[in-house]
C-alpha cells in the first residue's frame, strides 16, 4: 500500500459538514417516529422543601394531553449513582428548577399548556443560596473534581509570604457560569418489540446505556442508545442528564415513543453549570522577579444532593517554579442546583485568578509580564516531581510577543487614546492536562477495497468522525476517502465520552491499534478477502490507562488588545491571538475551528458572561438567551490561531494532546490584564460589564 502517512496534520474537511448545513443531519428530538408523544418537565417553584399536593386535574381535561407523571405514578428506579438522576421518586424538592411532573400530549405545545395547568403546592422549607468565602458550612472536601487532593503544600508558603521582598494577595471572582450549548438536551425515547432505543443529546452513549440499564433494572444488551449529531455540549452532556431519565419513564408510562426537548430556560437548573468560584491568591517574590511562594485557596459551592468541587487552584500546582506552595479548595453545599462540567472545569476559573496574579505582580515589579512569566518556568512539573512529557510554553510566549510586536508595547497604563478610548494589551498562559482513557475499535478490510472503522465515539462537533477517519487512514496507510467510520451508537464497539479533551486521544489510540492489526493481517493474506472482508480489533485497557512517569500537559499563551470606553464603559477586544502547544496537530482544519471556539468562549467568560443566584427565590436569574449575555458576531474581532507542532512520544500513537478546552483557559485573563493596562484600574470580577468599567474609572 502507498505511504499516506501525510494525511495526519492536513485540513480535510468534515465529513458531516454538508449534511449538517443542508439539515440531513438528525438530532436527537429530530427522530419522529409513527405516534410520538411530547414530554414537558414541570419545574418546583420553591428553592427548598416538598411537594405537599399535585392537582393535574385541569391538564387532564386538555384534549391532546395523554398523561401526566407525578412522584405518586411515575415508575419506580432503582436508586441511582447520580441523586440528580432520581426524578418523580418522591416529594423532596432539592432545588427550584427540580422536576415534580411530566406532562405528555400529542405535540409540544399541548405538553407545554399542560404544564402550566398543573397545580402544585409545596411545604418550603427557609433555604440559602448564597455563598460567601466565610461561609459558616464550609468545608474541605477529600478530592476535587477529576479525583485532585483538596488540597497540596509544599514548604513553608506562609512563612515565605511574609518574609518576600515583593508580594501580591488578591481576591478574584468568578461568576456562575452556563454551558448553553446551541442544541438543547433533549432525547426520544421507545420500546421495539421489548427493546429500548434512545436517542439522546450526549457527549457519550456508553454511559447513558449503562445508566438507563441500572435504573431500569434491564440488561444493557436490551438497551441501545444513539447519539449520531450532538449540537454541542460543552461538558453538560457529559453525563446522563434528567431528560433522559423523563422521556423513558414517559414511553414506558404511555407505550408510545415520546421526545423530551428541554426548554432552555430549565436548562440551568437541570443540566449543571460552571460553579462561582471565590479565589484568594498570594505571590510573593524576590526583587528579580522570582516566585519564593504561590498561595491559591478557592471557596466554591455545590447542591445538598451531589458534591461536586471546581479544582479550581489545581492549575497553580503545575505552571511555575515555587519553592513554597499551597493550594486548597473548600465547598459549601448550598439549596442550588448541581454545578457540574463546564468546557475547561478548573482550568478556566483558576487561570483567570492566578494570571491576573502574575500580571499583578508584573506590575509591582515593573518587570515585562511574558518576561515575568519565562523567568519561572519549571524544569519539572513543581507538584508531582515528575518531568514533562514535553512544554513549550516559552515558545509559545516567544512566538506570540513576536506575532503581537510586544517589544512595542508601552508598559504605562493608560498610555495609549483614541479620544475616549483607552487602548491596551495584556497576556496570559494557558494549560490543559492530558487525559486518555481505555477504548474499544474494530476495522474492518471490505472484498471492494474500501475499509470500515466501528468505534462508539461521539461528534460533538468537533469533527471526531474525520479525524478518526484520518487515523485510521494513517495506519492503514490508504487515502481518508477509502476510510468509512460509524460512531454514535452504544451497539458499537465501547468507548469513552467525548469530554475532558481527551476523546481524540482515547479513541484515536484504539483506532490506531486495530488498523495498525488489520494492516498486518492483510499483508498475511494473499487470497482475496471473502465476501464478510477481515476484521481486527482493538481494546487499549491496560496501556492507555496505564500510569506515565510523565507530566503530560497541552500549554498557550494568549494575547488580547482592547479598547475601553471611558463614557459608555464599553470594553471590545480589537485583536485576540493565541499561541499553543499541544502534541501533533491531527487536522489543522478542525484544531483552529476549536481554538478559535474556545477563545470566544473565554470572550463571553471576560466581557458578557455571567450568572446570578436570586437570594429570595433561590432561582438563576439569567436563565435565557435574552438574559444570559453570549458574545455574537459583532463582539468576536478577527481570532488569530496559532501552534508549535510538537513531537512528544509519552503520549499515544498519534503524539497527540487534546485541544478542545486550552482555548478558553488564558483567554479571560489576556482581556482582564489589556483592560488594566488601558485603564490602570484592576478588575478582579467577571464579568467585565460597563456598569463595572466606569464605577471603576477614577473620576
Sequence with gaps: MADHRTVLGTAVERREGRD?????????????????????????????????????????????VIAVLTPEDAPRLAEPDDPALAVLQNSRVPHRGWPVALVVAETLEDARAGAAAVQVEYSAQEHDVTLTAGHPRAYV???????????????????????????????????????????????????DDGRLVVHDSSQGTTTVRATLAALFRLPEGQITVMSEHVGGGFGSKGTPRPHVVLAVMAAMRTGRPVTVALPRRLMPALVGHRSPTLHRVRLGATEQGSLTTLIHEVVTQTS?????????????????????????????????????????????????????AMDELA????????????????????????????????????EGAERFDWAHRDPRPRSRSEGPLLVG?????????????PSTATAQALADGRFTVRINATDIGTGARTVLAQIAADALGVPPERVLTEIGSSDLPSAPLAGGSSGTAS???????????????????????????????????????ADSAYARHAFGAHFAEVAVDTVTGEVRVRRLLGVYAAGHILNARTARSQFTG??????????????????????????????????????????????????????????????????????????????????????????????????????
Design 598 to 699: 474556545g477563545m470566544t468562549m473565554g470572550l463571553g467568560m471576560a466581557l458578557t458572561e455571567g450568572s446570578t443566584m436570586d437570594a429570595a427565590f433561590g432561582d438563576f436569574t439569567e436563565s435565557d438567551l435574552a438574559a444570559y449575555h453570549l458574545p455574537v458576531h459583532a463582539d468576536v474581532p478577527a481570532i488569530e490561531v496559532h501552534w508549535i507542532d510538537e513531537n512528544d512520544a509519552h503520549l499515544n500513537p498519534m503524539g497527540s494532546k487534546g485541544i478542545g478546552e486550552i482555548g478558553i483557559v488564558g483567554t479571560a485573563a489576556a482581556i482582564a490584564n489589556a483592560v488594566r493596562h488601558a485603564t490602570g484600574t484592576r478588575y478582579r470580577d467577571l464579568p467585565l460589564t460597563p456598569d463595572r468599567i466606569l464605577a471603576g474609572l477614577p473620576g
Design 425 to 437: 494589551s495584556g497576556v496570559a498562559a494557558a494549560t490543559y492536562p492530558v487525559l486518555v482513557s
Design 507 to 545: 479513541w484515536g489510540w484504539a483506532v490506531h491499534e486495530a488498523c495498525t492489526r488489520l494492516r498486518a493481517d492483510l499483508a498475511d493474506h494473499a487470497a482475496p478477502l471473502p465476501a464478510e472482508g477481515l476484521t481486527a480489533s482493538a481494546d487499549t485497557a491496560g496501556s492507555a490507562d
Design 363 to 398: 506590575v509591582a515589579l515593573r518587570m515585562d509580564p511574558v518576561a515575568l512569566r519565562i523567568a519561572n518556568e519549571p524544569d519539572r512539573e513543581p507538584d508531582s516531581g515528575k518531568p514533562f512529557s514535553s512544554r513549550h510554553l516559552v515558545d509559545c510566549l516567544r
Design 304 to 356: 445538598r444532593i451531589k458534591e461536586f468541587v471546581e479544582q479550581a487552584a489545581v492549575p497553580a500546582r503545575i505552571m511555575y517554579a515555587s519553592p513554597h506552595s499551597r493550594t486548597t479548595h473548600r465547598v459549601v453545599p448550598l439549596d442550588v442546583p448541581s454545578p457540574s462540567w463546564m468546557r475547561a472545569p478548573g482550568e478556566a476559573p483558576g487561570m483567570f485568578a492566578l494570571e491576573s
Design 20 to 64: 449538517k448545513v443542508t439539515g440531513l443531519a438528525r438530532y436527537a428530538a429530530e427522530h419522529a417516529t409513527t405516534g410520538r408523544a411530547h414530554g414537558w418537565p414541570v419545574p418546583a417553584s420553591v428553592a427548598r422543601g416538598s411537594v405537599r399536593t399535585i392537582d393535574a386535574t385541569t391538564a387532564l381535561r386538555l384534549p391532546r
Design 141 to 191: 472536601p477529600q478530592e476535587a473534581n477529576g479525583g485532585y487532593p483538596a488540597q497540596r503544600e509544599r514548604g513553608d508558603p506562609e512563612g515565605a509570604f511574609a518574609s518576600a521582598s515583593v508580594r501580591v494577595d488578591a481576591n478574584y471572582r468568578v461568576p456562575p457560569l452556563h454551558n448553553h450549548p446551541m442544541e438543547p438536551h433533549a432525547a426520544t425515547a421507545r420500546w
